[in-house]
């Protein structure tokens, strides 16, 4: 038998990492299953849902050229339902303008020029603090 990308076959758990299980295939060939193809939830610990002489059934997903084989059992299992919508709507920040498109939020120009402007006040008391520090010499000379 084959192992070809999309089939699907059953096998024999026969080692168990911290990064997946390998399995042994029919023809003899081993696959891996990676901790994240293991289950449809958070995997913290492959030995919780898989030990060794198990036999799964799996999905393969890649064949290489070096002959590593690709598994999944996740794959095979129909998508866990999503999480009902919250009954109570959820209240935006209260400064989370973008949300609702709200007429009266300044722009991005707008929040820019203010920078720029208080920047340049900025600059300009700290220049005449340090000037007033050094007894105002760097500030006009004339010679």
């Given at each position: 038998?084959?192992?070809e990308v999309g089939s699907v076959v059953e096998g024999v758990v026969t080692g168990i990492t911290n990064f997946g299980a390998f399995v042994?295939?029919?023809?003899?060939?081993?696959?891996?299953?990676?901790?994240?193809?293991v289950a449809d939830v958070y995997v913290?610990?492959?030995?919780?849902?898989?030990?060794?002489?198990?036999?799964?059934?799996?999905k393969v997903l890649s064949v290489d050229e070096r002959g590593k084989i690709g598994l999944s059992i996740k794959q095979l299992q129909p998508p866990s339902p999503s999480p009902a919508p919250s009954p109570v709507p959820r209240r935006a920040p209260a400064n989370d303008n973008r949300r609702f498109g709200k007429v009266n939020a300044p722009s991005f120009e707008d929040k820019l020029t203010k920078f720029l402007k208080d920047s340049d006040e900025r600059l300009g008391d700290l220049k005449r603090n340090?000037?007033?520090?050094?007894?105002?010499?760097?500030?006009?000379?004339?010679q």
């Open positions: 038998m084959s192992i042994e295939l029919p023809g003899g060939k081993v696959g891996l299953i990676h901790i994240s193809e913290r610990d492959v030995k919780d849902f898989l030990k060794e002489q198990d036999t799964v059934k799996v340090t000037e007033s520090k050094r007894g105002g010499r760097g500030a006009a000379r004339s």
